[in-house]
């Protein structure tokens, strides 16, 4: 049994996606929407302790966090070829690409926090907004110098591309990416590999994001 807490295009689309490049998707998917009391109650809190998205029910233990989990997969079902191992001459760029895409997706967190749950009276600092969409374009611009071909590393898919590419959904939304064509051609290369277009299927349509890009706001 392989039971995933799961927000629909979250960072749990990550390992939705792995699990379906691996062809084992998750028997039971157990749904969540960010903010809503289920995240804050037994059940998720049993097996993820701070009420955050992913965790991963698989081989009789639970583990969450995405970049571990992803890892893990990558690790005991070696034979897919989607991890680099001690040794392994790519390791040292698999686990940067791991730790990036969780210092960019940290971004995308905080530009989320601000255009889409800050609500009267509060209302979102245009110097923060300002200052983490500079900070989202900055790790963009250092991922368009990485990126040489559709995947991240020149060996092939890999552990990276599935931390990477959910950066890629969701940083649109908050920076122009027309500076960025390796990156726009490295997406639609991920976006047309079959596993993801199945984890894709399974998520539905994106509910999340209710604009196609949303500006710094304007202190007035």
């Given at each position: 049994?392989?039971?995933?807490?799961?927000?629909?295009?979250?960072?749990?689309?990550?390992v939705l996606?792995?699990?379906?490049?691996?062809?084992?998707?998750?028997?039971?998917?157990?749904?969540?929407?960010?903010?809503?009391?289920?995240?804050?109650?037994?059940?998720?809190?049993?097996?993820?302790?701070?009420?955050?998205?992913?965790?991963?029910?698989?081989?009789?233990?639970?583990?969450?966090?995405?970049?571990?989990?992803?890892?893990?997969?990558?690790?005991?079902?070696?034979?897919?070829?989607?991890?680099?191992?001690?040794?392994?001459?790519?390791?040292?760029?698999?686990?940067?690409?791991?730790?990036?895409?969780?210092?960019?997706?940290?971004?995308?967190?905080?530009?989320?926090?601000?255009?889409?749950?800050?609500?009267?009276?509060?209302?979102?600092?245009?110097?923060?907004?300002?200052?983490?969409?500079?900070?989202?374009?900055?790790?963009?611009?250092?991922?368009?110098?990485?990126?040489?071909?559709?995947?991240?590393?020149?060996?092939?898919?890999?552990?990276?591309d599935a931390m990477l590419?959910?950066?890629?959904?969701?940083?649109?939304?908050?920076?122009?990416?027309?500076?960025?064509?390796?990156?726009?051609?490295?997406?639609?290369?991920?976006?047309?590999?079959?596993?993801?277009?199945?984890?894709?299927?399974?998520?539905?349509?994106?509910?999340?994001?209710?604009?196609?890009?949303?500006?710094?706001?304007?202190?007035?």
């Amino acid at each position: 049994m392989i039971r995933l807490h799961h927000v629909p295009w979250g960072r749990s689309f990550r390992v939705l996606w792995l699990l379906c490049e691996m062809g084992t998707p998750p028997d039971e998917i157990i749904r969540y929407r960010i903010g809503e009391r289920a995240m804050r109650e037994p059940g998720l809190m049993d097996v993820s302790p701070a009420g955050r998205i992913p965790a991963l029910e698989i081989d009789g233990i639970t583990i969450f966090e995405s970049g571990a989990i992803v890892q893990y997969l990558c690790e005991t079902r070696s034979d897919h070829g989607f991890g680099r191992g001690p040794g392994d001459v790519e390791r040292v760029r698999f686990l940067e690409a791991i730790g990036f895409a969780e210092t960019q997706a940290s971004l995308i967190e905080q530009l989320n926090l601000n255009h889409l749950f800050l609500r009267p009276p509060a209302k979102p600092s245009p110097t923060v907004v300002k200052l983490n969409t500079l900070r989202l374009a900055d790790t963009l611009r250092a991922l368009e110098g990485m990126v040489a071909g559709e995947t991240f590393l020149p060996s092939g898919f890999s552990g990276a591309d599935a931390m990477l590419g959910f950066n890629l959904f969701a940083a649109p939304y908050y920076v122009r990416m027309d500076p960025y064509p390796r990156l726009r051609a490295y997406w639609a290369a991920l976006q047309a590999r079959p596993a993801f277009r199945q984890a894709a299927e399974i998520e539905g349509p994106q509910a999340f994001y209710a604009r196609d890009f949303y500006e710094v706001p304007v202190d007035v």
